[in-house]
C-alpha cells in the first residue's frame, strides 16, 4: 500500500507546483523568465522525488505537467501527437539508472539545444501549420512566422510522407544575438537576457513582418503525428529530414553503446560547448532504434526512451579572449577577463572578474587559454580554473601605468592590489567616485548613471559631489539640448536631486567613499557617534574600541578626515544637504534574533528589503547575502529564488513575512 504524505509534505509539494507553474507560464507564455534555470531545476527535482516517494501527489503534479497554457493572444489548435517534454537527469548516475533499464543499449546523442520548440505540419509535402509546444496538447497557431524562417522548408524535397508533424526547436545564433541587443541599444530599447529569450520573442510575435527581421534559425530533430515510416533508427531519420530540407545537429551527434561512451561523449561537448555558436543546456540521449522507441511509449509528459542530460547551470568553459583592465574609484586596478560569450544560468557571460595579479598568478591563467567560469547567485561571473591551454597562449604582463591617466601604478607593502596613484585626477576614478555617491546604498540619485556622470564631467559641469546638487540650476537649459534629455528627464532628474537632500548619516559616510567603510561599517559608525562631527573628530583609539572597527579599518578612517581635500568636498556638501542624525542606540544583544545569520531573499509587502535589513540589524541579527550551512533562518517574500532551494536543501528553517512580523517586538 503506497504511503501517504503528511500535510507538511503536501504543503512542500504543493507550493513547489505553484511555483513551477508559475515559472512555466513566464518562461514558456511570457518569454520572461522569473528565475534561473539551476533553480528552476533543483526545484522540479524535489516535485518529482516527492511525487515518486507519495505516489497520490503525482495527480496534477510536476510529472504530469508540460509548457504552460496558451496565451489568448493567438489561435490555438490541438497536437494530432501531444508534444511531451523530456525528463532531465544531472548525473552520471542518474544516466546509469535510466541506460540500465534499456533493451537495446544503442543509442544516439544530439545537443539539446536552448531554444522554443515548434511543431510544422506538412500534408503532401506542403507546410500547413505552425504550433508552439503550448501546455504540450494544446499550442498556439505560429505558421506566418514559421514560414519566415529559411532553415523551416515551406515545402519538402524528395520522397517524405503524406502526412508528418516535423519537430523542432527553434534558436537564434549567438552572433545575431549580439547583434540584435547591439542594435536595440542603439535605438535605446530594451534588451534580450540570453539567446533563448530572444528566439521565443521574436517567433511568438503577432506581426510575422517582426519575426521575420529577428535572424531566427531552426533544427529538426523528431516527429508528431506521421502517416508512414521507411526509416529504422534515430540516425536514419536524421537522413530523411536532412533529404526533405531541414537542418539537424548531425555534426555534433554521435552513437553510443557503453555508459563509458556516453559521459566521453558529455565531457567532449562540454569542452566544445563555446565554440558551437548557438547555446545548448545538454544532450538528448535517446533509443537509436525507433520500433524499441515506439514499444516502450511514454509515461504522462515525458517518453520512456529518451533523457535530457543537462549541463550544471553555474559553469561553463570558454575561451579568455583577453584580459582588460579596470580601475576603481579607489585607483584600485581590478584585471577583467574577456571571454567569448557563452551562456551560464540563462544569462549571456562575457566578462568575468580576475580579482587581482596574485589570482592571475595562482590560476596561472593566460590570453587564449580555456577557461572555466562560474556564475552562482549573485554572484559576479569568475573564471575558477584553467580546463586547457596550449603554446599558443599568451601570458598576461600587469601594466607599470594607469591605462586611464598614464600616472604610475603602486603596491604598498603587504597589499595585494596595485593602485593609480593619480587619485585627484585619474579620471576614472572620479566618476568611479560619484557613481559610488549617487548608489543606492549612498545618496539613491536616479537618473545619474554612468553614461549620465560621464557626459557632465566632460563637459566640466560635475568636478565632484557638491557640484550634483547645482546642477540643475547652473546647467539646466543646456543639459535639455543633450540628445536623450528632455524638459520630463531634467524635471525628474532635479526631484531626484532635491529628494536626495536629506540623507541618513550612515549613508553619508558610505557615499562619501572613506576606504574600508562599506554600508555595515557605515552604520556602525552612525550608531556609535551618532553625527558627523563626531565620527570627523574621532581618534584612532576610540575608533578601535567601536566592536567591528579594527586597526586598519580605523587608520584609514582617521586618514580619510585628516585629508584637506576631503574636508573641503565635505564641506561643501553640507552646505547642500542635511543629514539625518543617528540613534547611538547599539544593537539589541537581548532580542530573540540577536546573534542569528539571517538571509533575506524575495518581495516582502510590507518592508522594503533594505528597511527589512535595517529592522533585523538593530535587533543584533547578522544579515548576509548568501545561505550556507551557517544560516540559521531565511525569510523569504514573493518570488524567492535561488536561496529559498538552498535553504531547503540545508534544512534551514524559512520564515514567511507574517511569520518574520511575528517575530518584531511590538508587532
Sequence with gaps: MAKEPDLFIVSEHAELVRKLNAWDIAYHQNDAPIVDDATYDAAKKRALELEELYPSLAVNGASTHVGAAVSDKFNSFAHAV?????????????????????????????????????????????????????????????????????????????????VIEVRGEVYMLRSDFLALNDAA????????????????????????????????????????????????????????????GFKTTRSWAHHAENMAQIQDVYNQIMMM?????????????????????EKMGARANSPRWEVAYKFPAARAITTLRDITIQVGRTGVLTPVAELEPINIGGVVVSRATLHNADEIARLNVRVGDRVIVQRAGDVIPQIVGVAESDASSVPFVFPEKCPVCGASVMQESGQVARRCVNALGCPAQRIGELEHFVSRKGFDIDGLGTRQL????????????????????????EIKRLEGFGDKSVANLNAAIEHARDVDLHRFLFAIGIPEVGEVTAKILSRAFGNLDA???????????????GDVMAKEIASFFDDAHNNEIIDALLKQVRIRESNTTQPMTDSELAGKRIVLTGTLSRYTR??????????????????????????????????????????????????????????
Aim: hydrophobic share 40%; charged share 25%.
Design 535 to 549: 565620527v570627523r573628530n574621532a581618534p584612532i583609539w576610540k575608533l578601535t574600541n567601536i566592536d567591528g572597527i
Design 185 to 244: 541599444v542603439a535605438r535605446g530599447d530594451k534588451v534580450f537576457a540570453n539567446p533563448r529569450n530572444a528566439a521565443a520573442g521574436s517567433l511568438r510575435q503577432l506581426n510575422p513582418a517582426v519575426t521575420a527581421s529577428r535572424k531566427l534559425s531552426a533544427f529538426a530533430y523528431t516527429y508528431g503525428e506521421l502517416s508512414e515510416r521507411d526509416w529504422n533508427t534515430q540516425s536514419e531519420f536524421f537522413d530523411r529530414l536532412e533529404s526533405w
Design 610 to 667: 533594505d528597511d527589512a535589513k535595517d529592522i533585523l540589524e538593530k535587533l543584533g541579527a547578522h544579515v548576509s547575502g548568501s545561505v550556507s550551512s551557517k544560516t540559521d533562518i531565511v525569510i523569504a517574500g514573493a518570488d524567492a529564488g535561488s536561496k529559498l532551494t538552498r535553504a531547503n536543501e540545508l534544512g534551514i528553517a524559512v520564515w514567511d513575512e507574517e511569520e518574520f512580523i511575528s517575530h518584531l517586538p511590538n508587532e
Design 82 to 162: 501531444p508534444m511531451l517534454s523530456i525528463s532531465d537527469v544531472f548525473d552520471e548516475h542518474d544516466v546509469a539508472d535510466w541506460y540500465e533499464k534499456l533493451g537495446d543499449k544503442h543509442v544516439f546523442i544530439e545537443l539539446k539545444i536552448d531554444g522554443v520548440s515548434y511543431s510544422a505540419r506538412y500534408v503532401d509535402g506542403v507546410l500547413v501549420r505552425g504550433l508552439t509546444r503550448g501546455s504540450g496538447v494544446m499550442g498556439e497557431d505560429i505558421t506566418e512566422n514559421l514560414k519566415t524562417i529559411p532553415d523551416i522548408p515551406q515545402k519538402l524535397k524528395g520522397n517524405f510522407p503524406r
Design 273 to 293: 560547448r563555446p565554440d558551437i555558436p548557438f547555446d545548448i543546456d545538454g544532450l538528448v540521449i535517446k533509443v537509436n532504434d525507433v520500433a524499441l522507441q
Design 454 to 477: 560621464e557626459l557632465f564631467i566632460a563637459r566640466g559641469w560635475i568636478q565632484n559631489a557638491a557640484d550634483i546638487f547645482t546642477l540643475i540650476s547652473r546647467h539646466g537649459d
